[in-house]
């Protein structure tokens, strides 16, 4: 178990404690913008961690296969536990449902087709747009979260929710077109 590893469950383990802030806060007697601020230092300490265990796993040659699978894994479970929970949330916050369900969606259709090819054994590496879609969603979901009042804020998440929708939609054609061979017999 290396440092990237254990930033990685590190990561994992934030993740109850972000969505019981968000949807308990009434139970822990918090008002809503503590509890949103508390959430947010939560999601963008996880955030980071995973900028800073893939940096530090390539810099030391420290990949491992628990940290193959662990990773991308962890930010998955991140960013939908995130949209999930701010989808009930009775503030100012807007996420909507269908937008939630196109993320999801496109994590359950890139699962399965790497199952096909790790099948195959071929391994689909994580890609430029999947990268850029993960970090869009990292920083939309923050700045919804703040929450912060004034047009320019609500444009900005406005913003911000369609383009991690758009690259959404983006990585997981890139993965799809460029690992055709996957569907082949």
């Known amino acids: 178990m290396n440092l990237p590893n254990k930033l990685t469950l590190f990561r994992v383990l934030l993740i ?3 969505v019981a802030i968000l949807i308990f806060y009434k139970e822990l007697e918090i008002d ?3 509890a949103k601020y508390i959430a947010v230092s939560i999601f963008v300490i996880a955030s ?3 900028a800073i265990d893939g940096y530090i ?3 030391y040659n420290m990949i491992t296969n628990f940290g193959k699978f662990m990773d991308p894994l962890a930010d998955k479970l991140l960013v939908t536990s995130a949209m999930i929970s701010m989808i009930g949330l009775d503030a100012n916050v807007i996420m909507p449902s269908w937008v939630v369900v196109i993320v999801i969606a496109r994590e359950f259709i890139i699962t399965g087709f790497r199952l096909v090819a790790a ?3 071929i391994v689909i590496a994580a890609g430029f747009w999947g990268k850029i879609k993960t970090i869009t969603q990292m920083v939309m979901i923050t700045v919804v ?3 912060f009042d004034g047009k320019f804020f609500w444009w900005t998440g406005t913003v911000l929710i369609w383009l991690s929708v758009i690259f959404t939609i983006i990585s997981a054609a890139d993965y799809i077109i ?3 061979d996957v569907f082949k017999d």
Request: hydrophobic share 40%; proline share 5%; net charge positive.
């Open 16 to 18: 109850p404690v972000f």
């Open 32 to 34: 809503i913008a503590t």
């Open 48 to 50: 980071c961690t995973d």
């Open 57 to 59: 796993a390539r810099k």
């Open 119 to 121: 099948e195959k054994k």
């Open 145 to 147: 979260l703040l929450d």
């Open 178 to 180: 460029k690992n055709l």
